[in-house]
């Protein structure tokens, strides 16, 4: 069983850096997908910001993200990280770790069948 614990939120003023962290374990082959959604207070769906795609170390990101986020992960590909730079209050959110095993997932939020429990980043202006 996949399980997804992410840290590494907090506050910061606008054009600081955070760097969230997503321990997963029960990862297997089957696992085609690590990726990293958002959801703002008032949104109804949680938004695709970066995805990677393991074997093929393939990343995508959300367009509002490119260039100032950056997903990796470790050798073992159990950790995955999200680099955050030059935040902005707009990026002000509730960020979930997720894991999915369809070929497709990419960003597609209804793609993923498992999610963390999240954690909370606020941009201050």
């Known amino acids: 069983q996949v399980q997804l614990v992410e840290s590494g939120g907090g506050s910061v003023q606008a054009g600081g850096s955070l760097r969230l962290s997503c321990a997963a374990s029960?990862?297997?082959?089957?696992?085609?997908?690590i990726a990293w959604f958002r959801q703002a207070p008032g949104q109804e769906r949680r938004e695709g910001v970066a995805?990677?795609?393991?074997?093929?170390?393939?990343?995508y990101y959300a367009d509002s993200v490119k260039g100032r986020f950056t997903i990796s992960t470790d050798n073992a590909e159990n950790t995955v990280y999200l680099q955050m730079n030059s935040l902005q209050p707009e990026d002000t959110a509730m960020y979930y770790c997720a894991a999915a095993r369809g070929w497709t997932a990419a960003l597609n939020s209804d793609e993923y069948n498992n999610w963390g429990q999240g954690t909370q980043v606020t941009v201050s202006s």
């Open positions: 995805a990677f795609r393991r074997i093929l170390r393939i990343h």
């Open positions: 029960g990862i297997n082959d089957s696992t085609k997908w």
